[in-house]
Structure formats: C-alpha cells, structure tokens
C-alpha cells in the first residue's frame, strides 16, 4: 500500500496530498484580496508553486487544473494573461475554467491542480 502524505494539514483540510506519485493541491485562494484578478492569480500560481515544490515537483509535471472564476465575462482574459505567462514551455495541463460563486465575496479566482512528483 502506498504512503499519503499530507502537507499543511489542519482540522478541515489539506493544502495538498500526495499518494502514488501525484500530488493533489487543493483549491489556492490570494491571501491579498484587494487585487484585481491578475494580482490574484499570480499570488494563486505562487502558492501552488510552493505547495508543488513541497511535494517534490514543479510547474511542468502539471496533470490538470481546474480554475474557478468569481466573473468569468469580466476577468477571464486577466486570468489566462497570467496563467499563460506562468505555465512551462510545451507543459499546459488539461484544464476546465468555470465561472461560481465563490466562498467570500472578494475571491476573484480559485484553483485547483494536479501533478505528477518528480522524487
């Protein structure tokens, strides 16, 4: 059987999980929610990137990713200016982008990703 590991763990949750070789990052929310939907999404993309790194792997080992949009009609082309501009050369994951109804009023944009560990 193999091994879970769970990091930034707390009662409710876990910021990522990794079992068989993926690590699965929970849904990343800005901590700064004053910005506008490209300051969030790149403070978004950073935690993943931690949360990836902490796990053993990086942005080009990316599966998928699921993004959640406060607006979509409004903030969708800041997101993907950013998104784009963040993803490895020739690694896009599969993706889905929605538009929801987020948990608190001022989070523009959650994501949610997948990737295989490098370890």
Same mark, same amino acid.
């Given at each position: 059987?193999?091994?879970?590991?769970?990091?930034?763990?707390?009662?409710?949750?876990?910021?990522?999980?990794?079992?068989?070789? +993926?690590?699965?990052?929970?849904?990343?929310?800005?901590?700064?929610?004053?910005?506008? +939907?490209? #300051?969030?999404?790149?403070?978004?993309?950073?935690? +993943?990137?931690?949360?990836?790194?902490?796990?053993?792997?990086?942005?080009?080992?990316?599966?998928?990713?699921? +993004?959640?949009?406060?607006?979509?009609?409004?903030?969708?082309? #800041?997101?993907?200016?950013?998104?784009?501009?963040?993803?490895?050369?020739?690694?896009?994951?599969?993706?889905?982008?929605?538009?929801?109804?987020?948990?608190?009023?001022?989070?523009?944009?959650?994501?949610?990703?997948?990737?295989?560990?490098?370890?």
């Amino acid at each position: 059987m193999s091994k879970i590991e769970r990091i930034s763990t707390d009662k409710r949750r876990s910021r990522a999980v990794v079992y068989n070789g +993926i690590v699965f990052v929970g849904g990343q929310t800005a901590d700064d929610r004053s910005q506008d +939907i490209r #300051g969030q999404t790149q403070q978004v993309l950073a935690k +993943i990137e931690r949360f990836l790194a902490e796990a053993g792997t990086e942005k080009s080992r990316l599966l998928s990713a699921q +993004i959640w949009i406060r607006d979509i009609a409004k903030d969708f082309a #800041g997101m993907n200016e950013i998104w784009d501009a963040w993803t490895a050369p020739n690694s896009a994951p599969t993706r889905a982008t929605a538009q929801c109804t987020m948990g608190a009023p001022d989070v523009l944009v959650e994501i949610v990703v997948t990737a295989a560990v490098s370890r």
